[in-house]
C-alpha cells in the first residue's frame, strides 16, 4: 500500500493571483492530497439558491493541474447566516435549554428535518458538478461530527424525533415502561407525545431514559451522514470520508464508519494532551512539547477498526494550535515523528492541517505549513522530509496484532449517565489498559464490541463493556486464547438495568458480583502482590479460582485459563502486572520499554519512537528525543 501526505487548504480564504503558487509550492513539498471546501458555503451560495462555484471549480483544477488530488469536503459544518435565518429552529439547544447560536460553526441540530434537506441539497450539487471530476479523488462529509458538543441537542426537533424513534424501538409504552422501570416513581407514559428529553428534570432522570436519548443522539449522526454518503455515491467512485476527532466518544463511530470507505481523525498531540487528558502536571510538563506517547496510537488503532482497515490522519497539528490551555510549539522533529507513527499504524495518508496560517479569525494563531506572509514555517521542512522518506518505504502494512481490546462507544454512554462515583470514565479505563500494553512494547488491535471472531488474538481484554453482545459471547465460547473481562463488563442490560442472573454471567466461570462500591480518588486498596486499586470494587461470591486480591484478602482477580474476570480498576502498577502474567501465560513476547519509547511493528519492519526528553537505546541504536527509528524486521 502507498502512503502519501497532504494538506488542508482553503483557497477562499486567499487572493485568486496566488492558487497557482500555492499549488505549484504544495507539489514542490511533496504533498499528494489536498482538501478543500469544507467550510465555504456561504461562498458556494452567497444567497439561498444563488449558486456561485465557478471559483471553486478553478481551486479543483488549479490543484489538480499541479497534479495534487482533491478531498472536496461537503460544506455542512458551517451553514451560512442566510440559512439560519429561513430555518430559524435549526440551531441545536444545550443540556440547560440554551439555544446555541451563530457565529461559529457545528450551529446546527441533526434532527432538524429543514437542516438535513438542506445538507443533502447541497451534497447533491457538489456531487453532480464533480462526481466525475477527474481530480476530486476523495470526499469528506462534514467536518467532525460531535466536535464542541454537538451530538446532544435538546432541540424541540430533538424531541419530535426522539418519540418516533422510540415508538419504532419499543412499539407500545407499555413496552417502554416495562424496560425502563417505569413504575419507579410514577414515571410511567400513556403515549410517546407524553415523553420528554432528559434534561432539566428536578433530579437525575431515569438512567434509561437517558441512555436511549443517548443511543438516538448517535443514531442521528449516522443518519445525517449517510443521506450524504448515498448522495456522493450516486454521482462518484471516489471513497467517502469523515474526519472524526480525539477522545470524542458521543456518537458510534463504529456505526458512521459501516457508511464511509475510510475512516480518518484530526491529531493534534499538544492540544489532546493540555486538553483533554486527566494526567499530572509532571507528564503534562514532561510530554509539553511531544504529546502524550500512547494517545495518537490508541486512536490510530481505534480508527484503523472503525475503517475496517482503511484509515487516515486528515488534520495534522504543524506547530502550535489556538485552542488549549496552553500552546506549546513541537520540539523539532515531532511533526516528522507523528506522521510516521501514523505511517506505522497503517495511515494511507497524512494531510497536515492547514497550508498557511490564517491572520484573521478565530485560529489566526494556530500554525499551518507556511506563515501568514507565505514564507515556510518549521513544519513545512518535516513534511517534504517525510514525503521523501515514504518513496523510499512505500511497503508499510499492518500486522495482525496478538492482542485485542474492545471498544464501546455505547459502554461511554452508559457509564456517563450513571458513572456511580466520580472518576469513573470509560475512555480513561480502557486507554489505560492500551498505556499498560504500549508499555510492554506491544501491538494492539482494537475490536467493535460485536467482534466474532477472535481467532487471530491470544489475548483478549473487554473493561467496561455494558453489556457484552451476542457476537462476542459466542466468539468468547470458542477461543483459543485468554479473556480478560471487567471491571463492570457484562453488569447491565442495553436497557442499563440490572440482569438477573446477576452478573458477570461469563461462559465458564462461576461468578457472582455481589455489590459495587466506588470510592474516593484519594483512598487506595492495595493488592496482595503490589499495586493497588483505584475508584471501584465490584465484591464477589462463587468458586471461579482466586488469581488475585486485595491485602485483606478480598478477590479481585478470578477466573480459568480461557476466561477471567477483574472486579476492579487497577492502578497501573498492578495492571502492569496482571498483563504481563497473561502474555507470558499466554506466549506473547513483551518488551517492556522506557518511559518515552514506544514501538510498533509492521508486517515488514520494527518502529520505535522517542517521545522522552532524552535520548533511549533500542536495538544497539540512540533514539534521539523526537527521533524516529526503523529497521527491517
Ligand atoms: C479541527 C478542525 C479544524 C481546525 C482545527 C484546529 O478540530 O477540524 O477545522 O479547527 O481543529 O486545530
Not at 475512516?263 to 509539553?288: I, Q
Amino acid at each position: 500500500m502507498n502512503r502519501s501526505i497532504g494538506v488542508c487548504y482553503y483557497p477562499e480564504h486567499w487572493p485568486e493571483d496566488i492558487w497557482e503558487q500555492d499549488a505549484a509550492d504544495m507539489a514542490k513539498a511533496g504533498l499528494t492530497w489536498v482538501r478543500i471546501g469544507e467550510f465555504a458555503w456561504s461562498r458556494m451560495e452567497p444567497e439561498p439558491g444563488n449558486l456561485q462555484l465557478e471559483w471553486l471549480d478553478r481551486s479543483v483544477a488549479n490543484l489538480g493541474e499541479a497534479g495534487l488530488k482533491v478531498v472536496l469536503g461537503t460544506p455542512t459544518a458551517t451553514p451560512p447566516r442566510w440559512m439560519v435565518e429561513k430555518h430559524p429552529d435549526m440551531f441545536a439547544v444545550d443540556e440547560n435549554g440554551h439555544t446555541r447560536g451563530f457565529g461559529s460553526r457545528r450551529h446546527y441540530c441533526f434532527s432538524h428535518e429543514g437542516y438535513r434537506a438542506e445538507s443533502r441539497r447541497i451534497t447533491e450539487i457538489l456531487a453532480q458538478r464533480y462526481g466525475a471530476n477527474p481530480y476530486v479523488a476523495a470526499w469528506q462529509t462534514d467536518n467532525e461530527y460531535g466536535c464542541h458538543d454537538t451530538t446532544l441537542s435538546y432541540s424541540d426537533a430533538a424531541q419530535a424525533a426522539f418519540r418516533d424513534w422510540l415508538a419504532q424501538k419499543y412499539q407500545s409504552t407499555d413496552a417502554l415502561n416495562r424496560a425502563w422501570g417505569n413504575i419507579f416513581w410514577s414515571m410511567e407514559y400513556d403515549t410517546f407525545d407524553q415523553i420528554g428529553l432528559p434534561n432539566l428534570t428536578v433530579t437525575e432522570p431515569n438512567p434509561s431514559h437517558a441512555l436511549a436519548f443517548r443511543r438516538f443522539s448517535s443514531d442521528q449522526v449516522a443518519a445525517f451522514n449517510l443521506e450524504q454518503v448515498r448522495i456522493i455515491k450516486a454521482h462518484s467512485d471516489a471513497p467517502i470520508l469523515h474526519n472524526y476527532m480525539g477522545r470524542i466518544t458521543d456518537f458510534d463511530h463504529f456505526a458512521v464508519g459501516a457508511d464511509l470507505d475510510i475512516a480518518s481523525w484530526d491529531s493534534y498531540p499538544l492540544g489532546f494532551l493540555e486538553d483533554r487528558m486527566e494526567d499530572g502536571d509532571a507528564h503534562k510538563r514532561t510530554y509539553a512539547q511531544q504529546g502524550d506517547p500512547d494517545f495518537q496510537a490508541f486512536h490510530h488503532d481505534l480508527y484503523r477498526a472503525v475503517g475496517r482497515g482503511r484509515w487516515w490522519i486528515m488534520e495534522q497539528q504543524p506547530g502550535p494550535v489556538n485552542w488549549a490551555p496552553v500552546n506549546p510549539a513541537p520540539l523539532p522533529g515531532m511533526c516528522r515523528l507523528w506522521a510516521w507513527e501514523a505511517f506505522a499504524h497503517g495511515a494511507e495518508a497524512v494531510c497536515y492541517f492547514r497550508w498557511r496560517q490564517a491572520p484573521f479569525a478565530q485560529e489566526q494563531m494556530h500554525a499551518g505549513l507556511l506563515r501568514p506572509d507565505r514564507s515556510p514555517a518549521p513544519a513545512l521542512a518535516e513534511a517534504s522530509q517525510v514525503a521523501e522518506e515514504i518513496a523510499q518505504l512505500s511497503d508499510v502494512s499492518t500486522a495482525k496484532a496478538q492482542v485485542g481490546l474492545v471498544f464501546d462507544y455505547a459502554s461511554a454512554w452508559a457509564w456517563d449517565v450513571q458513572p456511580q462515583g466520580a472518576g469513573f470514565d470509560y475512555f480513561r479505563l480502557v486507554f489505560e489498559y492500551y498505556r499498560g500494553l504500549r508499555k510492554l512494547g506491544l501491538d494492539i488491535d482494537i475490536l467493535p464490541p460485536d467482534c466474532a471472531d477472535l481467532s487471530p488474538y491470544k489475548l483478549v481484554l473487554a473493561p467496561g463493556v455494558l453489556t457484552l453482545s451476542d457476537a462476542l459471547l459466542g466468539a468468547l465460547n470458542t477461543f483459543d486464547g485468554v479473556a480478560l473481562i471487567g471491571p463492570r463488563s457484562n453488569t447491565k442490560t442495553e436497557e442499563l438495568t440490572i440482569p438477573t442472573p446477576l452478573p458477570p454471567n461469563l461462559p465458564g466461570l462461576d461468578a457472582t458480583i455481589t455489590h459495587t462500591e466506588t470510592f474516593r480518588a484519594d483512598m487506595e486498596r492495595p493488592l496482595e502482590n503490589g499495586g493497588t486499586i483505584r475508584h471501584l470494587q465490584e465484591h464477589l461470591e462463587g468458586s471461579a479460582t482466586i488469581l488475585e486480591q486485595t491485602a485483606e484478602g478480598v478477590p479481585i482477580l478470578i477466573g480459568n485459563d480461557q476466561i477471567q474476570y477483574l472486579a476492579a480498576w487497577p492502578d497501573e502498577a498492578a495492571l502492569g502486572r496482571i498483563l504481563s502474567a497473561l502474555c507470558q501465560k499466554q506466549g506473547i513476547q513483551t518488551r517492556p520499554v522506557s518511559a518515552g519509547l514506544r514501538i510498533r511493528r509492521t508486517d515488514t519492519h520494527v518502529f520505535a519512537f522517542n517521545y522522552g526528553l532524552e535520548p533511549v537505546s533500542f536495538d544497539g541504536q540512540t533514539i534521539q528525543p523526537a527521533g524516529v527509528y526503523w529497521t527491517t524486521r
